[in-house]
């Protein structure tokens, strides 16, 4: 395994839309679990391969908390086919985007169709924090970030202020703690 760097907005790249895995084999896994490692060490609770500029449509997450052990899931070319009209608001973040938060509407509940490690079809129905990281991983494989669900001005002054610090070289500054609890 090893650790991939993770890119950051304004990088283009974020914006494709991910080609779908056709086979399962040594070289996707060996990206999961790079993607893991990736994820863990961000830390993170998902990751799209996109974020590691690889446009598959391969998705990790573990929502385990902090004290439990870890409990990784991976998601090959995930779909969803059908989510729920009641809606959820969280708190989002991204690696993408880092050290910055926003509550973001989503459906409260999705079902995913999705290949496993093994290549294997399963589907999964989901709600709460895991219906909506699924929710936002997917996205980033269709080249939208959780800053698209928030109001223009909002999204504009995150861009901005985003490929002001890329240009200069510049670190973002926090906008507020660190924790796996958060969607990232």
Aim: aromatic share 4%; proline share 9%.
């Amino acid at each position: 395994m090893a650790l991939r760097p993770i890119i950051c907005i304004p990088d283009p790249l974020l914006r494709v839309h991910c080609e779908p895995v056709l086979k399962i084999d040594e070289e996707i896994r060996v990206l999961m679990d790079d993607m893991l490692e990736t994820m863990y060490e961000a830390p993170g609770i998902g990751l799209a391969a996109i974020q590691i500029a690889i446009p598959k449509r391969v998705v990790v997450m573990d929502l385990a908390k902090a004290d439990h052990p870890p409990e990784p899931r991976v998601f090959v070319n995930p779909e969803i086919i059908w989510s729920s009209p009641e809606t959820r608001i969280y708190e989002e973040g991204c690696l993408s985007i880092p050290d910055y938060y926003e509550e973001v509407e989503r459906p409260s509940r999705v079902c995913v169709r999705y290949l496993d490690r093994e290549g294997l079809t399963q589907e999964l129905e989901a709600d709460g924090l895991l219906a909506t990281c699924l929710q936002h991983e997917i996205d980033h494989l269709n080249g939208v970030l959780f800053i698209d669900h928030l109001s223009r001005l909002k999204r504009e002054r995150v861009i901005k202020k985003y490929t002001k610090a890329a240009k200069l070289n510049e670190p973002i500054a926090p906008s507020g703690p660190r924790t796996r609890d958060r969607i990232r």
